[in-house]
């Protein structure tokens, strides 16, 4: 049982590049998110989603997209990344049917646009 | 309003001791709140959690205090541990469209052996 995995760790971009971060969770949880955490701004919902083919905006989502095409996946795409999209990215899923709120977390991807 | 105000930025406690951390929340409309504990290089993970029906929650040394009327919560780690040295967040969620999750900024706490 691995939980919540991302992919990748780490990656540079260039400004304008576009890239893909996958999530990937193993224990059969409805509910996915998507999170930026910055220093002193704690973690900030991008996109989360209620279940599969459903996505809906969260706090900043603005340069962001995101798709759920399976249960399981939570992919975040960046089509034109930019220098302020430097942050670590972190995918949480949750238990809707438990009703209990925890939400796991994967490991993060560190993200840095030059 | 959907701020969660968390201080303080940053605490250094000996070991033995009592460590706080308080949070404010404005939105009557939140019913759960978390704190989560991430260290270095790791993702969060769920240390305690409180419903708004109940003043305070102890799970080893680790106590919820909440205080529905001012709208405050906090986190009170007793006998405090070298290996308690970490960031923590308080959060408070909202069960419905989607259970959506605001954090506070972040505390980190340093334990001095």
């Known amino acids: 049982n691995a939980g919540v995995t991302q992919t990748p760790k780490f990656r540079v971009l260039k400004t304008g590049q576009s890239m893909t971060l996958l999530c990937a969770q193993d224990?059969?949880?409805?509910?996915m998110y998507w999170y930026r955490q910055d220093p002193g701004m704690g973690l900030r919902l991008i996109h989360y989603s209620v279940g599969e083919g459903t996505t809906a905006k969260g706090e900043v989502p603005d340069g962001y997209n995101v798709s759920r095409l399976k249960k399981q996946n939570f992919l975040l795409g960046l089509e034109s990344a930019a220098p302020s999209q430097t942050s670590v990215y972190f995918c949480a899923s949750l238990d809707r049917d438990r009703g209990q709120g925890e939400q796991f977390f994967g490991p993060g991807t560190r993200l840095t646009v030059l | 309003q959907q701020q969660v105000k968390q201080s303080p930025q940053s605490l250094i406690v000996q070991k033995g001791g009592i460590s706080i951390i308080n949070c404010a929340y404005e939105n009557t409309a939140f019913d759960y709140f978390p704190w989560y504990q991430q260290f270095p290089g790791k993702g969060p993970a769920l240390l305690i959690a409180?419903?708004?029906d109940v003043s305070e929650k102890k799970e080893g040394r680790f106590t919820i205090s909440f205080n529905k009327s001012a709208k405050q919560f906090s986190l009170h780690i007793m006998d405090s541990q070298p290996g308690d040295s970490a960031t923590y967040f308080c959060a408070a969620s909202v069960w419905g469209g989607g259970f959506k999750t605001i954090f506070g900024a972040g505390t980190r706490l340093f334990v001095k052996a």
């Open positions: 409180i419903r708004p």
């Open positions: 224990m059969n949880h409805e509910y």
